[in-house]
């Protein structure tokens, strides 16, 4: 674990060897990162997670169509939870690394073949430009910096490598208005009456909420964002507004069908349910210029 991740290591950083993973100092401290830390390091919620989440066929067969084989290329997954990403797509990676800052979520990664390392997203203590491929899952609107963390795993992308990130809200979907932000706001009363929702507590469903800081609306995504970042520094951008259950389609235009609650919010909050606009989540997919970028290890 240590020897695979010495390759790639920063000048005179240290590791400390925990129990399935490797760890540096969090030195940024942040509301997102003890709510992180908490929530996906509980042992049982980080297994539901692994269990249930991110496990679809629509999810690989879209992944896939991103990726491409990935068989004997360098992996770096930020944010990687448990190991959703590799759990799901398989395959073999030469390197597998994955960085998150719950030990829970870290050492169910390892199970599943990554080299685990703690850190914070935003600073992590790896060299620039190692990555074939930088994949981000469900992650970045967990970020207290949304945009720091999209640098960050960008500068470890190489020339000709590949950034994918996935299931982040897209901003205007989620940005429920009028009658439709009176109903986000009553949603866990109305989960709880109808006894539905993932979580099986009010405890586990306080510190998932806590851990969502860029999920509500108002906050979220954007195409923008993407862009904005990422062009600079020599990538070229591609953005996919998406559904939850469509799979390649998305990246040829195809955002899919949102679910019927959220259909109702976007007719309530007075937009077309059916839109691109309307579509859940955003997908990247970002390839870097073959000539590294004068940017590309700020």
Same mark, same amino acid.
């Given at each position: 674990m240590h020897k695979v991740l010495r390759d790639y290591l920063m000048p005179d950083v240290e590791l400390v060897a925990r129990d399935g993973y490797s760890e540096t100092p969090v030195e940024h401290p942040s509301e997102?990162?003890?709510?992180?830390? *908490? =929530?996906?390091?509980? @042992?049982?919620?980080a297994q539901e997670y692994l269990d249930y989440c991110h496990r679809t066929d629509h999810f690989k067969n879209r992944w896939m169509a991103a990726i491409g084989d990935w068989s004997g290329k360098v992996v770096l997954d930020v944010g990687c939870g448990p190991g959703n990403v590799f759990a799901t797509l398989g395959g073999t990676p030469a390197v597998l690394i994955g960085v998150d800052v719950a030990p829970g979520s870290l050492q169910l990664a390892a199970k599943q073949g990554y080299t685990a390392l703690r850190a914070d997203a935003a600073h992590i203590p790896l060299q620039s430009g190692f990555a074939d491929v930088v994949v981000i899952n469900a992650s970045i609107h967990h970020c207290q910096d949304m945009r720091a963390v999209l640098l960050e795993a960008a500068r *470890?992308?190489?020339? $000709?490598?590949?950034?994918v990130t996935d299931h982040d809200p897209q901003r205007s979907a989620w940005n429920f208005r009028g009658p439709a932000k009176l109903l986000w706001n009553a949603r866990l009363i109305i989960y709880r009456l109808m006894g539905?929702? *993932?979580?099986?507590?009010l405890s586990q469903q306080a510190?998932?909420?806590?851990?969502?800081?860029?999920?509500? @609306? $108002?906050?979220?995504m954007t195409e923008a964002f993407y862009?904005?970042?990422?062009?600079?520094? $020599? *990538?070229?951008?591609?953005? =996919? @507004?998406?559904n939850h259950e469509i799979g390649a389609e998305a990246l040829k235009g195809d955002w899919g069908r949102a679910e019927l609650k959220y259909r109702i919010g976007n007719v309530l909050s007075g937009r077309n349910p059916f839109a691109a606009t309307s579509a859940l989540s955003?997908?990247?997919v970002a390839r870097r210029?073959?000539?590294?970028? @004068?940017?590309?290890a700020i």
């Open positions: 997102a990162i003890d709510a992180n830390a *908490f =929530y996906f390091g509980n @042992p049982v919620w *470890f992308v190489k020339p $000709g490598g590949l950034l539905r929702g *993932f979580h099986k507590s510190w998932g909420l806590k851990t969502e800081i860029h999920h509500r @609306p $108002g906050h979220g862009r904005d970042a990422l062009e600079p520094l $020599g *990538f070229t951008v591609g953005v =996919y @507004p998406h955003m997908m990247c210029g073959e000539v590294a970028h @004068p940017l590309q």
